[in-house]
C-alpha cells in the first residue's frame, strides 16, 4: 500500500518555465488537497477535490491550476513559474464525508522546487 | 479570526523531560484539532487529535489539553526522548459541519530533544 506518492522529488525550473506536479494515491480516498510549506508559515492550501471533476480554490491559488480526473490523481500545474513560488510542496489525500470518515489527512513526501 | 497561533517557534528539552508546545485560535465554529508530526523529508502525519466535548486526550506519552473557554490546546509529550526530535504542527478546522476538512495550521514548532 504506496500510500500518496508526489513525483518529482525535486526540480528546479527557471522563471518563467511551467511544470506539473503528479500526485497519485491508492487509498480510494474522495478528498485530495495541495499545499504548500515555506519555512515557519506551516501549510497553506492552495487547491483542494472532494471528488473526480471537482476542484475549488484554497487560500494562496494564484499562479496554479489543478484538475481531477480521476479519484486517483490530483496534478497541480505551475505556470510561468515566479521565485514566490519556491517551495516544498505537499499532496495529501483523506476520506471525506462518511461515517468511518475521521478527518485524517495522508501526505506525501513532498517536492522541492527551486524557482531561478 | 482564521489563524490559528503557535508558540514557540522552537524548543530544546533534555531526554526524559516535557516538552510542551501551545496554540489558540479565536474562530469559534472550530470544533476539531489535530497535532501533526514532521520529521525531515518527510510530509506531516497525524499524531493525535482532539474535538471540544473533552479537555483532555492521551496517547501514550502525547497528551492534548484542551480548554474551550481560553480558546487554547496544548501538546504535551512526557519522557521525550530524542525519536521525537521533529516539527510539529498544531490545526484547527470547523470539522464535519463544514465538509471540507479545511485545515488551519499553526506555523510549527521545531522540538530538540538532547541526550
Known amino acids: 500500500n504506496a500510500g500518496v506518492t508526489q513525483t518529482p522529488k525535486f526540480r528546479i525550473l527557471k522563471i518563467g518555465q511551467s511544470m506539473t506536479l503528479q500526485c497519485t494515491q491508492d487509498?480510494?480516498?474522495?478528498?485530495m488537497y495541495w499545499y504548500r510549506q515555506d519555512p515557519g508559515m506551516g501549510l497553506k492550501l492552495i487547491y483542494y477535490?472532494?471528488?473526480?471533476?471537482?476542484?475549488d480554490k484554497g487560500e494562496v491559488p494564484n499562479g496554479y491550476n489543478v484538475s481531477r480526473s480521476t479519484t486517483e490523481d490530483f496534478p497541480l500545474r505551475l505556470e510561468l513559474a515566479a521565485p514566490s513560488q519556491t517551495s516544498v510542496y505537499f499532496c495529501?489525500?483523506?476520506?471525506?464525508?462518511?461515517?468511518?470518515?475521521?478527518?485524517?489527512?495522508?501526505f506525501g513526501e513532498g517536492s522541492r522546487l527551486t524557482v531561478l | 479570526q482564521q489563524q490559528v497561533k503557535q508558540s514557540p517557534q522552537s524548543l530544546i528539552v533534555q531526554k526524559g523531560g516535557i516538552s510542551i508546545i501551545n496554540c489558540a485560535y479565536e474562530?469559534?465554529?472550530?470544533?476539531?484539532f489535530p497535532w501533526y508530526q514532521q520529521f525531515p523529508g518527510k510530509g506531516p502525519a497525524l499524531l493525535i487529535a482532539?474535538?471540544?466535548d473533552v479537555s483532555e486526550k492521551k496517547e501514550g506519552r502525547f497528551t492534548i489539553s484542551f480548554n474551550k473557554s481560553a480558546k487554547q490546546f496544548s501538546l504535551h509529550i512526557m519522557d521525550s526522548q530524542p525519536g521525537d526530535s521533529a516539527t510539529y504542527f498544531c490545526?484547527?478546522?470547523?470539522?464535519?459541519?463544514?465538509?471540507?476538512?479545511?485545515?488551519?495550521w499553526g506555523a510549527g514548532t521545531k522540538l530538540i530533544i538532547k541526550p
Open positions: 490545526a484547527a478546522s470547523p470539522g464535519r459541519k463544514d465538509s471540507n476538512y479545511q485545515l488551519i
Open positions: 477535490s472532494v471528488g473526480a471533476g471537482i476542484t
Open positions: 495529501a489525500s483523506s476520506q471525506g464525508q462518511g461515517a468511518s470518515d475521521t478527518g485524517e489527512l495522508f
Open positions: 482532539i474535538r471540544p
Open positions: 487509498m480510494n480516498h474522495n478528498y
Open positions: 474562530n469559534t465554529a472550530f470544533d476539531y
